[in-house]
């Protein structure tokens, strides 16, 4: 145990203020005030996420994503579940994604804390900004603006997809051709051990304030529709910024936990954070997340990717005739 607790830290300590939240769920259910549902429907409710977060978690660590890529959309599309309090959730979802990996990259130094701090304004700013839509488009416009959320996430997850099929190769070590003044004022250059090529490796980002303001975009949408951004950080820092994959990946999981706990507040003062379903999909993260790192070194990715576009494709479907019937009336048959 005490080795667990000097390796990963925060690892015990998620799951230490897990068991917390369960044993405090717990006793708000004595009080009847809080007894919506009965004890073996909160129950089924809990280890059904439970068991949902953690095959999400699996599949999103193969697959190179955050979590609430997965789980908005599925719950929007699949369920009745209220659309904001959805949102909130996959919040939750996909800042633990990146909380799970925060530390260990931030003590190596994979993570670069100038790229980190300079992202992280507009990302936190943009979350905020796209909660606060969120909520203003439910209390406004209700049904129907739930039928436009639907209709729009439906949309981007044709573009995820696609994304998946056509990206180009990533680039493990981009060589920008030039440099602008603002990226190279502002000191966005670093240096970081690469274990593959036993050698430091040296990288200057560029085109910093186009990276602003797409990632003033990407927070955005993310605290709008309860993504996260893990789909969009990564392209964003590699191809745009000219920053090493490596890097580019270990920053996309601070700023994720950055911006998607940013985002949660708006949702949180607006009472759309139940603890009863929030609670397990934490748990679910942190378990899934050690099963999907694992299970990553015995099979082939490929096969989990062509999966997850099968899954982005047929979630995407669902929500398109959702928002569409919601919309126009229009029954489309589906399933």
């Given amino acids: 145990m005490r080795s667990l607790i000097r ?11 897990t068991v917390l939240a369960y044993l405090i769920m717990l006793l708000f259910n004595q009080l009847e ?13 809990v280890v059904a996420s439970f068991l949902f ?9 193969i697959a190179g994503i955050g979590g609430g890529v997965l789980f908005t959309p599925v719950m929007l599309a699949f369920t009745s579940i209220d659309t904001v309090l959805v949102r909130a959730t996959g919040l939750v979802v996909a800042m633990f994604s990146g909380l799970i990996s925060t530390g260990p990259f931030m003590r190596t130094g994979l993570a670069d804390v100038k790229i980190v701090f300079f992202c992280s304004v507009p990302i936190v700013i943009g979350g905020m900004t796209g909660a606060f839509a969120a909520i203003k488009l439910a209390q406004t416009m209700g049904a129907t603006g739930d039928a436009i959320v639907r209709l729009l996430l439906g949309s981007i997850l044709v573009f995820i997809a696609f994304m998946f099929i056509f990206g180009g190769a990533k680039t493990e070590y981009p060589q920008p051709k030039k440099i602008d003044s603002f990226s190279k004022k502002i000191g966005l250059a670093s240096a970081y051990w690469e274990e593959s090529l036993q050698k430091i490796v040296r990288f200057q980002a560029v085109r910093a304030h186009l990276g602003f303001l797409l990632f003033f975009a990407v927070g955005f949408t993310g605290g709008f529709f309860g993504l996260g951004g893990g ?5 964003v820092l590699n191809l745009i910024m000219a920053v090493p994959l490596k890097v580019s990946a270990a920053c996309s999981g601070v700023l994720l936990a950055m911006g998607n706990a940013a985002a949660i507040w708006p949702y949180i003062t607006y009472g759309s954070l139940i603890p009863v379903l929030a609670v397990p999909w934490m748990l679910g993260q942190v378990i899934g997340g050690l099963l999907g790192a694992f ?11 062509k999966v997850l576009i099968a899954i982005l494709f047929l979630t995407s479907a669902k929500l398109i005739s959702r928002g569409i019937e919601g919309l126009f009336g229009i029954d489309i048959p589906f399933f």
């Avoid at 299970?295 to 990717?305: D, P, T």
Wanted: no cysteine; charged share 10%.
């Fill in 33 to 45: 005030a809080t007894k919506v549902l009965t004890p073996t429907g909160m129950w089924f409710i």
């Fill in 231 to 235: 789909w969009a950080v990564v392209p």
């Fill in 295 to 305: 299970i990553l070194v015995k099979i082939r990715a490929g096969f989990v990717r």
């Fill in 7 to 17: 390796q990963a830290p925060e690892l015990f300590g998620l799951i230490s203020l």
């Fill in 53 to 61: 977060s953690t095959f999400i978690a699996i599949v999103a660590v």
